[in-house]
Structures are given as structure tokens and as C-alpha cells.
């Protein structure tokens, strides 16, 4: 290569091997507009509207958080929630009284009252988790809301409290717009196959094992 067209490549290259502003630019926008392209031509073969069964599960910390954000998000549209929790219960957490400023619009029942290891009484698990679900069970057939979120359900399952042909059953019958999303470890296979969308929290690092931090309000509760 002669020097003149070292001079040309250096040129549109520029400094450092790379290319001018101008050309690196105008590739930039080239890229966006294919996929600005690909993008709207998604959005429009995508046009139906369901009501979906989304399961938060994994061994991760999130699940109950994110299923909080989907309330959050649909109360902020105007629309109803309920939530029934299985398995917590005996406190109110920062999310209870968050959400109480929105009156009417959330419905919120925590009716379990701990953990397995409090309890300790397997056969008052399993009535409460009953209960609780007849609870949920009111709201999944009630056309006025829009998302039910079952917290803690995918415990219940994976403990034996509750059948899962029970649960998919309930589910079937809510209206055809209703959103539910179920929170908790251990979602069955069955369960898995049946939600339309599924994510799994992987736990990585956590401060209560690996340092001895204790439950911090506004993180855990």
C-alpha cells in the first residue's frame, strides 16, 4: 500500500484505528433504522391482548418484589388488584402500607401466619393455605379485577398444601383480561408448562448468608 492510500485509510479511519465521527454516525443510524425497522414490524404482527399467568420462582430474592411491581404498574393505570399472600402473615410489611393510599383499588390479604419452621403444625398450614385460597378464588372470577397477585402460592404447591390441579383449575376460570401472577419457590413443572411467562431469580450473592445481615426493612419486609 503507498502512502497516498495510507493517508486515505488513516483519513477515514481517523485517530486510533477507528472511524471518522461522521462515517462511525452515519453507520450508527443505518444500524437503528434495520432495527427500528424490525422492531415496528414486530409490534404490528403482535396484536392480541389476553389475560396472562406470569410465575416468579427460583432461589433467588425478587420474586415477591417483582410481583409487586405488576401491581404497582396496573394500579397506576386505574385498575384493581388483589393480593392474597400464603403462607406470610403475622406483620404488615412497607408494601401493605405503601399501597393503602390507594384506597379501594387493592384489595391486600396476608393470611398465613409465618413460615414452615414457626409453625411447625402442618395441618393448620394446610386449612390456612385452604382458606386462602378460596379468597383468591373470589377474586379470580371477579370481572373487576384486573390483576390477582397469588404470593407465596408456588410454596404452598411445592409443600403439598395445595393440589396443583386445584390451582390450574381456579385459574381456567377467570375473566378472559385478568392477569395472575404467582411468587415463590419451587413452581411445580405443571405450573411451569401453563404460565405464559415464567422467570427464575438465580441467587448469586446474599447478605444474610454470606454476612451475617440481618432482614432490613425496606429490603426484606
Known amino acids: 500500500m503507498n502512502n497516498s492510500n495510507l493517508d486515505q485509510t488513516a483519513a477515514e479511519l481517523g485517530m486510533g484505528g477507528r472511524l471518522a465521527p461522521e462515517q462511525d454516525n452515519a453507520g450508527y443510524r443505518k444500524r437503528m433504522e434495520r432495527r427500528q425497522q424490525v422492531q415496528r414490524q414486530r409490534v404490528e404482527e403482535r396484536n392480541k391482548e389476553k389475560g396472562l399467568v406470569l410465575v416468579f420462582t427460583g432461589q433467588g430474592k425478587g420474586k415477591t418484589t ?54 411447625q403444625d402442618r395441618e393448620r398450614d394446610q386449612q390456612l393455605v385452604g382458606n386462602a385460597w378460596q379468597t383468591a378464588l373470589g377474586y379470580l372470577k371477579d370481572p373487576s379485577i384486573k390483576l390477582v397477585l397469588l404470593d407465596e402460592l408456588n410454596v404452598a404447591l411445592k409443600l403439598g398444601y395445595i393440589e396443583v390441579s386445584t390451582v390450574l383449575d381456579g385459574l381456567s376460570q377467570r375473566p378472559e383480561l385478568c392477569h395472575v401472577a404467582l411468587t415463590g419457590r419451587g413452581a411445580p413443572p405443571e405450573l411451569i408448562e401453563a404460565a405464559d411467562l415464567v422467570t427464575e431469580m438465580t441467587l448469586i450473592h446474599h447478605p444474610f448468608r454470606e454476612q451475617g445481615v440481618k432482614a432490613q426493612a425496606g429490603i426484606e419486609f
Open 66 to 119: 417483582a410481583g409487586l411491581g405488576l401491581a404497582l404498574r396496573t394500579l397506576g393505570h386505574g385498575e384493581r388488584v388483589a393480593i392474597v399472600q400464603f403462607i406470610k402473615g403475622g406483620w404488615e410489611p412497607g408494601e401493605a402500607r405503601a399501597l393503602k393510599a390507594f384506597g379501594d383499588q387493592v384489595s391486600w390479604h396476608a393470611l398465613g401466619e409465618g413460615f414452615t419452621w414457626e409453625t
